[in-house]
């Protein structure tokens, strides 16, 4: 699945599945400025995006510049695919 809509949306609905700030989650939220992802749901997300969408991520990934937002996750995730 490569398409950047459904990515998009896949990542989102997981996202906010997570959520314990229990706060909106929008595209462009700032997940880690608003408690939306601890370390915890950082694993967690983690364990979705390789399950799912089929990618590696090496810890050196694992970085706030990556997870910033729903939309940066998924240019994370669409650059995997390329």
Not at 3 to 12: S, T
Not at 19 to 30: I, M
Not at 62 to 74: D, F, Q
Request: hydrophobic share 50%.
């Amino acid at each position: 699945m490569s398409d950047e809509k459904q990515v998009k949306m896949k990542i989102l609905e997981f996202v906010r599945s997570l959520n314990s700030a229990n706060q909106s989650v929008e595209v462009d939220t700032d997940l880690i400025a608003t408690g939306s992802l601890d370390s915890l749901s950082v694993m967690e997300l983690v364990a979705f995006l390789t399950d799912e969408f089929k990618i590696e991520i090496a810890a050196a990934d694992i970085i706030p510049i990556n997870l910033r937002s729903v939309a940066t996750l998924t240019a994370f995730v669409q650059a995997r695919f390329s």
